[in-house]
T-cell receptor, first 115, second 113 residues
Framework: EPEVTQTPSHQVTQMGQEVILRCVPI?????FYWYRQILGQKVEFLVS????????KSEIFDDQFSVERPDGSNFTLKIRSTKLEDSAMYFC?????????????FGPGTRLLVL | GENVEQHPSTLSVQEGDSAVIKCTYS??????FPWYKQELGKRPQLIID?????GEKKDQRIAVTLNKTAKHFSLHITETQPEDSAVYFC????????????FGKGTHLIIQP
C-alpha cells in the first residue's frame, strides 16, 4: 500500500538556522498538507497546498515558513530562521480529493530539535 | 475558526470492555470527522471517519456516531484488546478551501490486562 514518506526522520539545528523538511506524498494525490505536533500535545494544522499554491494556512504559518513543490514528487517545508519553539514533530499528509470529506494520510514525521 | 474539544484525556478500561471517546466541535459548517490512532513516536493513522450525511458508521470493533444538531461525535471501541492502547485523536474539517483538519487534544487509552 502506498505511503507518504518524509526525510529526514530527525533533524537537529541551531537557533536561527534554516531547515528544509522533505515529503514525498502518495503518487496520485493532489492535496498536500503540513502539520506539527509539539511533544505531548495535539496535532496542529500549518498549511494546505493544491495546484502549486497555498490553499490555506493557519496563524502558526507565519513569514518564516514556506512550502514548495519543486518537482513532480517532492513537497517541502522550509523554516527560514528557526526558533526554540519550532521544536516539534512535523507531519506531511496528502489526500486524493478535497471538500466534503477527504481522507488525509500522514507521513512518519520529522522530529525537529532546535538548540 | 473551528474548535474541537475531546474527552476524556485519559481512559483506562479492562481488556474486553468497551471504550467511548467523545468530541464536540464548534463550526456548524464542518462536514468531515476522522479519528486517528497514534502509537508512541509513530504517525497518526486513520482508523475510521464519518461524513455529515451519515449518523453512524461501523468497522468491526470500531464505530463512530455523529450528532450534527448537537455538534458532537463519538468513537466506540468494543471488546478492547491490548493493541488498542494508544492516543486517539478526533478531528473535524469544514470541507472548504482550507481542508486542514482541526484536531482535539487526544485521549490516551490504556487497556488493562
Amino acid at each position: 500500500e502506498p505511503e507518504v514518506t518524509q526525510t529526514p526522520s530527525h533533524q537537529v539545528t541551531q537557533m536561527g538556522q534554516e531547515v528544509i523538511l522533505r515529503c514525498v506524498p502518495i503518487s496520485n494525490h493532489l492535496y498536500f498538507y503540513w502539520y506539527r505536533q509539539i511533544l505531548g500535545q495535539k496535532v496542529e494544522f500549518l498549511v494546505s497546498f493544491y495546484n502549486n499554491e497555498i490553499s490555506e494556512k493557519s496563524e502558526i504559518f507565519d513569514d518564516q515558513f514556506s512550502v514548495e513543490r519543486p518537482d513532480g514528487s517532492n513537497f517541502t517545508l522550509k523554516i527560514r530562521s528557526t526558533k526554540l519553539e519550532d521544536s516539534a514533530m512535523y507531519f506531511c499528509a496528502s489526500s486524493a480529493t478535497s471538500g466534503g470529506g477527504k481522507t488525509q494520510y500522514f507521513g512518519p514525521g520529522t522530529r525537529l530539535l532546535v538548540l | 475558526g473551528e474548535n474541537v474539544e475531546q474527552h476524556p484525556s485519559t481512559l483506562s478500561v479492562q481488556e474486553g470492555d468497551s471504550a467511548v471517546i467523545k468530541c464536540t466541535y464548534s463550526d456548524s459548517a464542518s462536514n468531515y470527522f476522522p479519528w486517528y490512532k497514534q502509537e508512541l513516536g509513530k504517525r497518526p493513522q486513520l482508523i475510521i471517519d464519518i461524513r455529515s450525511n451519515v449518523g453512524e458508521k461501523k468497522d468491526q470493533r470500531i464505530a463512530v456516531t455523529l450528532n450534527k444538531t448537537a455538534k458532537h461525535f463519538s468513537l466506540h471501541i468494543t471488546e478492547t484488546q491490548p493493541e488498542d492502547s494508544a492516543v486517539y485523536f478526533c478531528a473535524a474539517s469544514d470541507g472548504g478551501g482550507a481542508d486542514g483538519l482541526t484536531f482535539g487534544k487526544g485521549t490516551h487509552l490504556i487497556i488493562q490486562p
